[in-house]
């Protein structure tokens, strides 16, 4: 439980993290939170020869809204998501997401940008964003790009994002009215990541059938998706009880599931089916037709 021996490093600015990151491609790290880093560094799973810390670098943490988004700094931690009163407001799912995440001392050290670096196939918000539609910016020698999540997320704990690129800011398009969104996970007892996680939006029409719906699954393989054959199924009906119940076998059937000492493969394909049921329920609900 001892990591191998590293140099620590503090930039002060971003471009200088970047230029860091530029010199050292093959044994530079990035650490934020350090709370899925760390520990893979005392299992020797990870042996940087460079820790680069973005602590110190300003302007990586703050939540506002701009033209209809939510903009959230990379730097943020899962409590401020969760506390934030603008997120209450306007997306009150992600702050219920982040208060879903491990115990209160990862939520106040683990970041929104450290989680979506690492992409670990179990955790909560990627669900989330992918059913919303959203964008990762990532900023490196070039300057900025904009990244959609369903093209970041690439395999287990792989992104797309290059050696040398900084994830910077989130970017999630707030719902429009009438739209219902809600995430629905089975947590790991301990660790409480998501042995499967669902989120659902839904947009009724005013005659209560299905306008517009996006389900996110995380925690079943080996990276979130998600699931149009469901999405598909549902659009354009009344959704009761049977038409939620189908369109949840469908999801199940449909995306790539794996089994591990946590949960079997049909198991998972059960939790995916029940947790999507659960996360349509209650997103209809909120979308409040
Ligand atoms: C006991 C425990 C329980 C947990 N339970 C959950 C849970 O229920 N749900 C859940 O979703 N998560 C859970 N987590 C993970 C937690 O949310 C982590 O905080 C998060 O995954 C990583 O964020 P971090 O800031 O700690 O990243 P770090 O550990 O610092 O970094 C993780 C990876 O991301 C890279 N990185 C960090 N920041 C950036 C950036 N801005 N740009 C590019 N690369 C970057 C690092 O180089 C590293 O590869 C748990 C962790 C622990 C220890």
Redesign the pocket.
Known sequence: MIPSAFDYVAPNSLAEAINFLSAHPDDA???????????LMKLRL?SPRYLVD?ARIPG?KYIREANGTLEIG??TT?YEIESSSLIKERLPALSETAA????VQ?RN???I???L??A?P????PALILALDSEIV?TGPKGQRTIKVSDFFVDLLTTS?KSD????QLRIPIPAAGTGVAYEKF??PA????IVGVAAAVRLNANGTCAQVAIGVTGAGPKATRVAAAESALVGSRLDDTVLRQAATSAAESIEVTGDIHASEEYRRHLVSEFTVRALRRAIERAGR
């Open positions: 790290k990035l650490v934020a939170g350090g709370h899925s880093l760390i520990p990870a973005l990586l990379a730097l899962h879903l995440i491990g115990d990862v050290r683990g970041t940008g450290g989680s670096a690492h670990d179990a955790a909560d918000y990532a994002l690129e900084v994830v910077t947590p790991h660790s409480r990541y998501a």
